[in-house]
């Protein structure tokens, strides 16, 4: 088959990575993979991407640039954002269609990519949906109301649906009553796996990330959760080891200490998860989270909250799961782990377990059947909840 994948950016996410992982496991089992993004990027530096990726000239881009920007001067200051955003996404969608190549199977990624796959006609046009992205504007101010409603309106475009958690596949059921296949994401575990002596016994260590300082993530409800932590833990060495992009809070503003080690990839991150003994999620929602299956692969216990992680976190067997923005709630779970070993180690190895059915190569088998059935002319399964 060719398969194209079409993105509309190369950010350094769960996301993305996902899709990358998807291209390079169909490519090395001889299909003809492709990878569109509408703006000239660099190849990535944190992931080895096989596929090839298909983006404007210079001299294209420099246009696109031109576009983007121009008569902004002239117009009201209050419409300025409003058309921006317009814009943007005017440039999203005449760039991938004019780049789009032939294909079997042309695979939108996220919303700004969705009404380009369909309106190009080329393959059959599917949606492999990442996550419910009106929660993301619904979580910005109110001039993300425009991205809101675009986001909606994609998920009743014809497009075959391919949802990454059976909580997203629910989700947009119950609110478009649109069918999707399901195909959940994979951990490298080549990668990510239980490393000898890397525990501490002179302290215990917490890590969590920090959200990339997106409120959705959590972090503040994070810092919240770890002050009770600290304050309860007062006899004995905690330490929290934040990862990711820059978080919302410092230090100095959390009022609580915090080890924030950036950006880690690859064997850093593995390292990092290994030397943990406790690794937990705050977000309000995602979609099939990987850091808490990569922590899990490494042999650590995880707490998760709720919506979205419900396809491997089972509730006191491979993690324990808590509501979201509910800090208390999730400092409670860090704790009954902090004093209770026999606990971490029952659910960390339940966790290992759990994890080997959510291999790549496992996760890019389903994708092939799924796309196979695609090809063939075949449609989502009858919708069952759960």
């Not at 390292?271 to 943990?276: G, I, M, S, V």
């Not at 709630?329 to 080997?356: F, H, M, Q, S």
């Amino acid at each position: 088959m060719k398969v194209n994948f079409c993105i509309s950016g190369i950010p350094a996410t769960g996301g993305i990575r996902a899709i990358f992982e998807y291209a390079n496991g169909l490519r090395r089992k001889g299909h003809t993979v492709t990878i569109t993004i509408p703006y000239r990027d660099t190849k990535p530096t944190w992931f080895d991407l096989e596929a090839a990726l298909i983006m404007p000239s210079e001299s294209d881009q420099a246009k696109t640039d031109d576009r983007q920007y121009s008569q902004l001067h002239e117009m009201p200051e209050e419409l300025k954002t409003y058309a921006q955003y317009i814009q943007r996404r005017t440039n999203t969608e005449q760039n991938l269609l004019l780049l789009m190549p032939d294909c079997d199977i042309n695979i939108a990624t996220d919303f700004p990519t969705a009404i380009p796959v369909y309106l190009s006609k080329k393959g059959k046009g599917c949606y492999f949906m990442q996550h419910y992205e009106r929660l993301f504007a619904d979580a910005r101010p109110f001039d993300s109301l425009i991205e809101a409603l675009d986001a909606d309106y994609t998920y009743h475009l014809p497009l075959v649906k391919i949802a990454n958690s059976s909580w997203l596949k629910n989700i947009i059921w119950e609110k478009f009553e649109a069918e999707s296949y399901l195909c959940c994401n994979g951990v490298n575990l080549d990668h990510f796996h239980p490393l000898a002596n890397t525990k501490d016994d002179n302290r215990l260590t917490i890590a969590s990330f920090s959200g990339n300082g997106v409120a959705w993530k959590g972090f503040k409800d994070a810092v919240a959760a770890m002050k009770i932590v600290f304050d309860q833990t007062r006899d004995k060495n905690i330490v929290w080891k934040v990862y990711g992009g820059a978080p919302e809070v410092t230090t100095e503003d959390a009022g609580i200490p915090f080890e924030y080690v950036g950006q880690v990839y690859k064997e850093k991150l593995t390292e990092l998860y290994n030397e943990a003994d406790i690794v937990f999620l705050s977000s309000w929602y995602e979609s099939f989270p990987l850091p808490p299956l990569e922590a899990m692969a490494c042999g650590t216990p995880v707490v998760v909250t709720e919506y979205g992680t419900e396809d491997y976190a089972i509730d006191g067997e491979t993690a324990l799961v808590v509501t979201p923005r509910q800090p208390e709630e999730l400092a409670k779970a860090i704790l009954t782990l902090i004093d209770n070993p026999k606990k971490r180690d029952y659910i960390a190895r339940n966790g290992i377990d759990c994890v080997r059915k959510f291999s790549w190569q496992n996760a890019v088998i389903n994708m092939e059947n799924i796309l196979g059935e695609i090809a063939a002319g075949a449609r989502p399964p009858i919708y069952q909840n759960g």
